[in-house]
C-alpha cells in the first residue's frame, strides 16, 4: 500500500510537500506557535498531513539537502533530519528505526528547549515525550518479535529523565513537570522498575518551587492514580485510598476507561478497609470479576472467594492486587462467625456469645473446606489479634467467647494488617 501510494506521488508534489513540512516548522518555531508544532511531532498519529509527508519522503529520498540548502532551517537541522527520517521509517514499518532517529530529534529538541527563556513550547515539549515513550514500546516489541532484547523503552525513561531535569528548575517551565513525571511512571511500570519512581515523587512532593494545586488537573490525576497504585503494591491501604479516591473524584465523567482504570485498584483498596462496592458500580464499569469477590465478603463464604481468586487470577495477578484479595480471607472467616453469631442469637440469646470451635469447623465443612478444631483456634486467635472479633479463647472447652458489646468492630476505613 506504502508503496502504491508512493509510486502515484510525483517528485515534484514530493518536494512541495516535504517543503511545506520544513515551513510549517521554521515558522511555528520563529511565531512561537506551539499548537502547531506539536502537531509536526505527532509521528504515531498517522494524520494525513504526516502519512503524505512520510510518502514523498520516500518519493523524494533526498530531504536532508533540501533541508540544508536553506539558511532558514540551519539552526533546526539537528532537529529536522532526523524527524524526517523517522517519519520516513514509521511509515514503512521500520520501528527501530523510527525510535532511533525520533531520539536523535527529541535531544536535540530538547537542547534547543532548554535555550528559550519562556514555556511556549511546552505543549510540543509534552508530545515529544509522549511520542518517545510510545515509538519506544512499538520498537521494543519489534526487537521481541525478532528475538533482540528489547531496550527501547528503558533508553525512552532515560531521555525522560532529562526532560524532568530541565522542568524541575524555578521559573515558568516547571509547570511541566508533572506531565513529564506521569510518562515516566507508565514506563517504569511498564517495565516492573517502579521502585524509580521515588526519586521523581520525592523531587515533586517535597520542593518548594513545587505548588501540586499549579499543576493542570489532568497531570494531578494520572499523577494520583500511579502514585496511589505505588501505595497498593507497598500495602499503605490509607494512602492508596486517599489518591485513588482523588483521582477517582477529579477524573473526566465522560472517560470512562479512566474511571475503570481507577477502580480497578481503588475496589480493592476499599475492601482491604471494609468498603463493599455496590453491584451497579461493578456493572457500569464492566469490573465483574470482582462480583464474586464482594458477595463472598457478603455472605462470609470462603469457597466463594478462593474459587474468584483462582478464576481471575491471570487478571488479579496482572493488575497487582492479587495479593491484596487474597488477605480479604480474615474479613471472609469474620463475617461466617457473625452469621453463627446472628443464627445463635435467634435460638438462644442467653448462649449467643458462646461460639463452639466445632461449630465454625461444621460450618467451613459445610463450604467443603476441611479445617480441624486447632486450625480453626488459630485463626480466632488472628481475628482477635487484629480485633476484627472481641473476646477471648476457653480453652478447655474449646469455645471463642464473644464480648456482649460490639463483638465484632467494623473497619472504619482502617486495613486489617494495621
Known sequence: MVGEMAALMSMGESHRRI??????????????DSSSLKQL??????????????????????????????????????????????????????LVDAYNAFERSANAFLQEFRNWETA???????????????????????????????????????????????????????????????QLFKIYFKLGTVHLCRSVIRS????????????????????????????????????????????LNHCDPRKEANIRMILKYLIPVKLSIGILPQSWLLDKYNLVEYNDVVQALRRGDLRLLRHALQKHEDRFLRAGVYLVLEKLELQVYQRLVKKI???????????????????????????????????VECIMAILIYKNLVKGYFAHKSKVVVLSKQDPFPKLNGKPVNS
Open 19 to 32: 517543503t511545506e513540512y520544513l515551513h510549517r516548522f521554521s515558522d511555528s518555531v520563529s511565531t512561537q
Open 341 to 375: 453469631y446472628i443464627i445463635q442469637k435467634q435460638r438462644d440469646p442467653s448462649k449467643a456469645h458462646q461460639v463452639k470451635l466445632d461449630v465454625i469447623v461444621k460450618a467451613l465443612k459445610w463450604l467443603e473446606i476441611d479445617m480441624d478444631v486447632d486450625e
Open 41 to 94: 511531532f505527532r509521528v504515531s498519529s498517522n494524520s494525513p498531513f504526516l502519512l503524505s509527508l512520510a510518502d514523498a519522503l520516500n518519493v523524494f529520498q533526498d530531504a536532508n539537502r533540501l533541508i540544508k540548502q536553506f539558511d532558514t532551517y540551519s539552526d533546526l537541522v539537528e532537529i529536522l533530519v532526523p524527524l524526517l527520517r523517522c517519519l520516513q521509517s514509521y511509515r514503512i514499518g521500520n
Open 204 to 247: 515533586i512532593e517535597t520542593a518548594r518551587i513545587f505548588d501540586f494545586e499549579e499543576f493542570p488537573f489532568r497531570d494531578k490525576v494520572t499523577y494520583m492514580y500511579y502514585t496511589g497504585r505505588l501505595e497498593v503494591y507497598n500495602e499503605n491501604f490509607l494512602a492508596a485510598d486517599q489518591k485513588l479516591t482523588y483521582s
Open 120 to 182: 511556549w513550547a511546552m505543549e510540543a515539549m509534552f508530545v515529544v515525550a509522549y511520542e518517545i515513550r510510545v515509538l519506544a514500546e512499538k520498537a521494543d516489541r519489534e526487537l521481541a518479535s525478532l528475538g533482540k532484547a528489547p531496550e527501547k523503552l528503558k533508553a525512552a525513561g532515560s531521555f525522560l529523565m532529562k526532560v524532568f531535569g530541565t522542568l524541575a528548575g524555578k521559573g515558568p517551565k516547571r509547570i511541566g513537570a508533572l506531565y513529564v513525571t506521569c
